[in-house]
């Protein structure tokens, strides 16, 4: 029984791994801009002020409902996995557990969301975020900021749709591979 739970946990973790990084590569995906313009290592004050400015016209759309996308998709996966290695588990302690991967997955990301700023600062120049600001600030910004919301949730979507198969062919291929070395079965 105890080598059941050790197997269960491993798997639970190994699925949280695994959502932290669709989570993270999600999350990278937001702020993948193009790198043609030129990187900063040192930002001045004034492209640093310019990208806190843009990013808090960015911030709302991008800190809550992404977060509640990630979660309402992430959730239902470790919640079976709960279920399936404590049976017995109550609905007290199933809300105990979602509450701290909430709180947990908040702070997480409220990281993510501070180091952006500087982030940008790094990829563009102040002019080049005073221009997005701009764009941000024209209808067609703010529309591209309500449909951003819907493009991740279905780009999200589509990514742990055909992930399974990925990590199948990764593996059918690093078996291949290790077989050829003399390490696969």
């Known amino acids: 029984m105890n080598e059941r739970r050790i197997e269960n946990k491993g798997v639970i973790m190994k699925t949280m791994r695994i959502f932290l990084l669709a989570a993270i590569m999600a999350l990278a995906g937001i702020w993948n801009f193009s790198t043609q313009s030129v990187a900063q290592n040192q930002p001045s004050a004034e492209t640093l ?3 806190r400015t843009l990013f808090s016209i960015l911030q709302p759309t991008l800190d809550t409902d992404l977060t509640d996308q990630l979660e309402a998709r992430a959730w239902p996966n470790v919640e079976s996995l709960l279920r399936t290695s404590y ?8 809300l105990a557990l979602r509450t701290e991967f909430r709180r947990i997955y908040d702070a997480f990301s409220a990281e993510i969301m501070n180091d ?3 982030t940008y600062a790094r990829y563009f120049t102040a002019a080049e975020l005073r221009q997005l600001i701009a764009f ?3 209808p067609t910004g703010q529309k591209s900021l309500r449909a951003f919301q819907d493009i991740q949730a279905q780009s999200l979507a589509k990514f ?3 992930l399974p198969a990925v990590q199948e062919q990764i593996n059918g291929a690093f078996n291949a591979i290790l077989r050829v070395f003399g390490y696969g079965r």
């Open 136 to 138: 941000y600030q024209t």
């Open 116 to 118: 952006s700023p500087e």
């Open 160 to 162: 742990n749709e055909r």
């Open 87 to 94: 049976p017995q588990i109550s609905p007290e302690a199933v």
């Open 49 to 51: 002020a310019a990208a």
